[in-house]
């Protein structure tokens, strides 16, 4: 079975400092997906990254990023520079390649609250 | 482009009521994702839908839940007869098979509260 753990349930971090989300997950599958998702206040769930299983190269997307290593099966995503606009909860999330990633297994999400 | 609509936003209701909850997928899209988001359970995948015929519906609580897909832009959630511990954020996504990058495209939620 998948599995998905966010260890962090709640971060409170000032404006401008970096921050990093930890996701460890569990499978089976030597082929599978990781995404990233963020929840605002206002309650929608907005994609941020998927990556696939056999590529373990880091992404950067202008203040955000993200740290693959399969060998601790860990998916870290970090944000530097916070800002108040970051504050919201992120998911972490894994899909299995034989549901052709239609099946999302979440983590139980990290409240993030950057304060200014 | 319209993103996935969900109705109603909100829904207050009785014990022992059915519920109805709606959602129009984006269109062009092939599946349709029922999720429910509890503070206990965090974020469960309900049902999924392909093509219009339900492929996984191993989340569905029990039988008082049921989910129908009769065309590609319309997909319907109902309980009945609902209860207290049916209180949560139902959650209707949709995706592309054929996305490059396979993400899920979330409405904005249906927040039922079950007295």
């Known amino acids: 079975a998948q599995k998905v753990t966010q260890a962090q349930t709640e971060i409170s971090v000032v404006e401008k400092e970096d921050v990093t989300l930890d996701c460890v997950y569990e499978?089976?599958?030597?082929?599978?997906?990781l995404f990233w998702y963020k929840q605002p206040p206002s309650g929608e769930l907005v994609f941020l990254i998927r990556r696939n299983s056999f590529d373990e190269q880091n992404e950067i997307s202008g203040r955000y990023s993200w740290n693959f290593q399969k060998s601790t099966s860990s998916f870290n995503f970090t944000i530097t520079a916070s800002q108040v606009v970051d504050s919201a909860v992120y998911f972490c999330?894994?899909?299995?390649?034989?549901?052709?990633?239609?099946?999302?297994?979440f983590g139980e999400g990290t409240q993030l609250t950057v304060n200014p | 482009d319209a993103g996935v609509i969900q109705s109603p936003r909100h829904e207050v209701t009785e014990m022992g009521q059915e519920v109805t909850l709606r959602c129009k997928p984006i269109?062009?899209?092939?599946?349709l994702f029922w999720y429910r988001q509890t503070m206990m359970r965090g974020l469960e995948l309900l049902i999924y839908?392909?093509?219009?015929?339900?492929?996984?519906d191993s989340g569905m609580p029990e039988d008082r839940f049921s989910a129908k897909m009769p065309n590609a832009s319309f997909s319907t959630l109902k309980i009945q007869p609902s209860e207290p511990r049916d209180s949560a954020v139902y959650f209707c996504?949709?995706?592309?098979?054929?996305?490059?990058?396979?993400?899920?495209?979330f409405g904005e939620g249906s927040r039922l509260t079950v007295l």
């Open positions: 999330a894994l899909s299995e390649a034989k549901t052709s990633g239609s099946r999302l297994t």
């Open positions: 839908f392909n093509n219009n015929v339900p492929i996984d």
């Open positions: 499978t089976r599958d030597t082929t599978y997906y």
């Open positions: 996504a949709s995706r592309n098979f054929a996305g490059r990058t396979g993400e899920l495209f």
């Open positions: 269109s062009g899209h092939d599946y």
